[in-house]
């Protein structure tokens, strides 16, 4: 039987380089490439990362801006007007986070405690760039 409650499928980031993103979002954040080797045969126009088995974040190039006719206005996107993308993690898994982005010398904010998300008040949260500039939150609940 399929569940079909609404779910966040993916979110679509702006990215000058998308091999060298999909390496940090693999080598920093620990997230899964997706279609990364048919993006660099040609062969797809933007690879991904996996953040769960239902979500991905599709690393778009910015050269691409102008293709993106879907809506009046959408190529006028390729800057950031989203604030941030929070990803909720096990507390193992945001300790393990934390640690690959200061081993790759990623800056991060200040730990944050009781930060209120879609689950309630987190009991630790913190915020860190991508290359491209787009900024992302980390927390955990349990």
């Known amino acids: 039987m399929t569940d079909h409650a609404t779910?966040?499928?993916?979110?679509v980031l702006w990215v000058s380089?998308?091999?060298?993103a999909a390496h940090f979002y693999e080598?920093?954040?620990?997230?899964?490439?997706?279609?990364?080797?048919d993006f660099s045969a040609g062969e797809?126009?933007?690879?991904?990362?996996?953040?769960?088995?239902?979500?991905?974040?599709?690393?778009?190039?910015?050269a691409k801006a102008d293709r993106m006719t879907m809506l009046p206005g959408a190529a006028d996107s390729s800057g950031h007007p989203v604030n941030h993308v929070c990803l909720s993690l096990s507390a193992d898994a945001f300790n393990a986070l934390l640690d690959r982005?200061?081993?790759q010398s990623v800056p991060v904010s200040d730990i944050?405690?009781?930060?209120?998300g879609a689950r309630g008040l987190a009991k630790r949260s913190f915020y860190f760039r991508d290359p491209d500039g787009n900024i992302f939150e980390a927390r955990h609940y349990d």
């Open 44 to 62: 797809a126009p933007f690879p991904s990362v996996r953040v769960s088995e239902e979500t991905i974040l599709d690393l778009m190039p910015r």
């Open 101 to 103: 982005l200061q081993e």
């Open 7 to 11: 779910r966040l499928d993916h979110i």
């Open 17 to 20: 380089d998308p091999i060298a």
């Open 27 to 37: 080598k920093a954040v620990g997230l899964e490439p997706v279609r990364l080797a």
């Open 112 to 116: 944050a405690h009781d930060s209120f």
